[in-house]
């Protein structure tokens, strides 16, 4: 091989390995706690999975401290105590849980999850949809900004201390940026 190709191929395996490691340093410090049951008044009327930019994951997963610290800012932006909006995320959750399993590989499309999230919500809680969405949005571009901060404080640290090179943290960055590693939508 060139030695272009293989200077390309070991920054891309730099860039996956540093971000898989990212991942399990995140998943490994990650706390769940019991999410609060919802009551039987809540209603919600959505018919897509949970959503990332809930807070609520497919399975429970990310309720815990960031699920209540999602549900307080979401509180926050529409004026609402942050207990109505924990039991609204939970009927959400509970009214969207799928009853089949989807085929390999297959996911929900993200633009219906979110549009049924903020319906539910914003029926929930009396609020406009729009307000909702808007609030979600917001919040979703607010972690993001936050993720990216904390990678590059972390590839800078990695580059002071001789373990990446700063052309290999550059490549991690662009590999972020461009969504070829560190998965999903942001």
Sequence with gaps: ???????????????????????????????????????AGSSASADAGTTPGSGIGKHGGRGGERGLAQAAALGEKLGVEEANVTEAFEAFREA????TSPADGEKPD????????????????????????????????????????????????????GKLTQAEADAVTRAVESGVVG???H
Aim: zero cysteines; a positive charge.
């Design 1 to 39: 091989m060139s030695r272009t190709k293989n200077i390309t191929l070991g920054l891309s395996a730099t860039a996956l390995a540093v971000v898989a490691g990212i991942g399990v340093a995140g998943m490994a410090s990650a706390t769940t706690t019991p999410a609060p049951t919802p009551s």
């Design 96 to 99: 969207s849980r799928p009853t």
């Design 110 to 161: 993200a633009a219906t999850r979110d549009a049924a999230l903020a319906k539910s919500l914003a029926e929930s809680l009396g609020i406009e949809e729009f307000k909702v969405t808007a609030a979600l949005e917001e919040l979703r571009s607010e972690r993001q900004a936050q993720k990216t901060a904390e990678l590059k404080t972390r590839l800078d640290q990695a580059v002071t201390d």
């Design 183 to 185: 998965g999903g939508r």
